[in-house]
């Protein structure tokens, strides 16, 4: 089966929150997903590189927003964000997909920033460590 398409797409400008709705079997199903968690898993060649090994991680987007949200064709979303990122195509099956397993992938985008010893703060604000 191929991934839905969302009946409904919405921004929440406060919350920075991308809203897709779903109609799944005569139900509406409803998921948020982060910009900051859009931006760091951006498609974009830009992010992800050209294999796993030259994935760029992204760090200091805890405030990434959206500027615009512009449908490609039947089959995509072209999101700009406020950090000047738009190349980025995120496919109907890799929202879908986002909004599967969002938490997993946020879990694990943490992991590698600590790993990296990296911050989602943006550049210029300093990181207090609390022991």
């Given at each position: 089966?191929?991934?839905?398409?969302?009946?409904?797409?919405?921004?929440?400008?406060?919350?920075?929150?991308?809203?897709?709705?779903?109609?799944?079997?005569?139900?509406?199903?409803?998921?948020?997903?982060?910009?900051?968690?859009?931006?760091?898993?951006?498609?974009?060649?830009?992010?992800?590189?050209?294999?796993?090994?030259?994935?760029?991680?992204?760090?200091?987007?805890?405030?990434?927003?959206?500027?615009n949200?512009?449908?490609?064709?039947?089959?995509?979303?072209?999101?700009?964000?406020?950090?000047?990122?738009?190349?980025?195509?995120?496919?109907?099956?890799?929202?879908w997909?986002?909004?599967?397993?969002?938490?997993?992938?946020?879990?694990?985008?943490?992991?590698r920033?600590?790993?990296?010893?990296?911050?989602?703060?943006?550049?210029?604000?300093?990181?207090?460590?609390?022991?």
């Amino acid at each position: 089966m191929s991934a839905p398409i969302p009946v409904n797409v919405h921004y929440h400008k406060y919350d920075r929150d991308l809203e897709l709705s779903y109609d799944i079997d005569g139900r509406r199903q409803s998921f948020r997903l982060a910009a900051e968690l859009l931006r760091v898993f951006s498609p974009s060649a830009e992010v992800r590189g050209h294999s796993p090994e030259q994935a760029v991680l992204q760090t200091g987007k805890k405030d990434v927003g959206l500027l615009n949200i512009e449908p490609v064709g039947n089959y995509a979303l072209k999101l700009h964000f406020d950090d000047g990122h738009n190349s980025g195509l995120y496919s109907w099956e890799y929202l879908w997909e986002m909004c599967q397993h969002r938490e997993q992938w946020w879990q694990d985008y943490l992991h590698r920033l600590e790993a990296a010893g990296a911050s989602r703060e943006p550049l210029g604000i300093p990181v207090r460590q609390v022991h």
